[in-house]
Structures are given as structure tokens and as C-alpha cells.
């Protein structure tokens, strides 16, 4: 038998299912690799404190990340919310000791419901331990503008731009998401040579809870699956924009994306690939 591909997420938990490990690991089954996952925190939304992160001892990330490593082995790995700089420094000593080549860095800063999913002082940790040592980083907007000081993103060029200067960082890849921005959904990919975009219909819904994590979760599974990067970020924009396509909610609360819409579908989004 051919074994699936081993996939890790280093990442948050979020208890609603739409976001963090539950959607690296939906999206994971989905693609058919075989997931796994280091918690990082535990996200709650508390009734009476509004504190809502429960971030995980060094030591209970050490002992999952050694245990995936020993029980499994890792062919590639993606990372979502790490919170503190405690963690990230840990995360990528823990990545660059293991030798695992195929990493995704999801800089993951706020959550839709406005958790604060990384400390303020964390972002210099995120930029010069982890970012360095990526396969691909994927910001949004917001990321992107916090990882170049505050500085504005309003339109396509700004995005190049910022895909440009985020490269500098030492990633080989940088995917900047435009999603947020008016207009179809553009994501702007930079290798350090040439600048690809990738567009998608704006779909009209609230319901887009965890598509970041999604996202950078199928890219690193088709990664890992042997595809190049290009061909990887254009199927994973494809399978979360199908899922977005598909989102839902149980409550009045934004909802999640829909992580089986492609498979039960059997259809993907089409996505318009463009270098620029
Ligand atoms: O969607 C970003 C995100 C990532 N990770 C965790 C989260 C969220 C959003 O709420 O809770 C754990």
C-alpha cells in the first residue's frame, strides 16, 4: 500500500471546529494525507473574564512535537497560531533540529471573533526565527501590514509591493491574500524573481471562520503530496474557495467554511492564474 503523506499543524485549538487544528485537520482528511497536530493553545470564548487563549507549556509542546516525530515521522508541516515569542523560538528549534524541509508559516495574528492569537512583542520572534527558515508564509492584509511596520495595503500594487519586501525576510515563497480588499479575491504570490496572481469571484457570505487556516493547510498538503509551490497554492485556492462557497452556521455566530464542498461537489472553483 501507498501510505498517505504525513502532514503536521502546529497551531491553536479552537473549540467551535471552523478554525485552527480543527480546520488544518478537516482540510487534511479532506486532501488525503494523514494529519497530525502540536497544540500550541487552547482558544475558548469565557462568558465571564473575556479571556479566552490558554497557551500550552514549552513542555507539552516539546513532548507532542517528539511524539508525531517518533510515532510518525513529519513530511511536512504548516504553522497557525503560536501566540508568544516563548513559542515561536521553541516551534522553530523544534522545526530546524527535525530537518523537515516543507514548512508553512500562517503568521496568524487576530481571529475573526478578535482574539488575540499572537502577543504584540511576538512579531519580531515571528519574523526573524520562523519566517527565515519558510517555504511559504501567507499573510493577509493585516499580517502583511504588521510584519512591515503598519504600513498601508489598499490595493493590488500594494500587495506586490508588500509580497516584494516580505520575500527580504528570507521565505521562499510569500503569498500575500488580497481577500480582504474590495473587489475579486487576488492573492499575490513573489519567488524572489517573478510575482504570480491568482483570482478568485468575491462570494458573498459572513461565513469564512477558519479560511485562513484552511488555506495554508491545503497548500501545505498538496506540498507535501510533491506539488511545486504554484500548482499547490493554485489547487488550495481552489479547494478553500469552494469551501467558502459552501460556508454555513449553525447560530447566529460567523460560521465555518464548508471543508467537504469540493469532494462533494466533485468540483473545484476555478481560479484565474496571471503573472504579472
Ligand atoms: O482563524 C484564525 C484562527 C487560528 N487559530 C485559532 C483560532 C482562529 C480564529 O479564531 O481560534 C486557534
Partial sequence: MNYPSRVMTIAGSAAGGSAGIQADLKTFQELD???MSIVTAIVGRHPDTGKNVHSQTIEAIEAQFDTAIKQVGVDG?????????????????????????TVVVDPVMIGKMNSKLLKDDAIEALKHQLIPMATIITPNVPEASMLLDGREIDSIDDLQQAAVELHRLGPKYVLVKGGRLAGPAIDVLYDGRKLTAFEAPRIDTVNTSGAGCTYSAAIAAYLTKGKPVTEAVHLAKSFVTTAIAHGFSYTDIVGPTYHAAERKNGEAHRIIVKTI
Fill in 33 to 35: 494525507v494523514y494529519g
Fill in 77 to 101: 508541516l504548516k504553522t497557525g497560531m503560536l501566540f508568544s515569542e516563548k513559542v515561536i523560538e521553541t516551534v522553530g528549534g523544534l522545526i530546524r533540529n527535525s530537518g523537515i524541509k
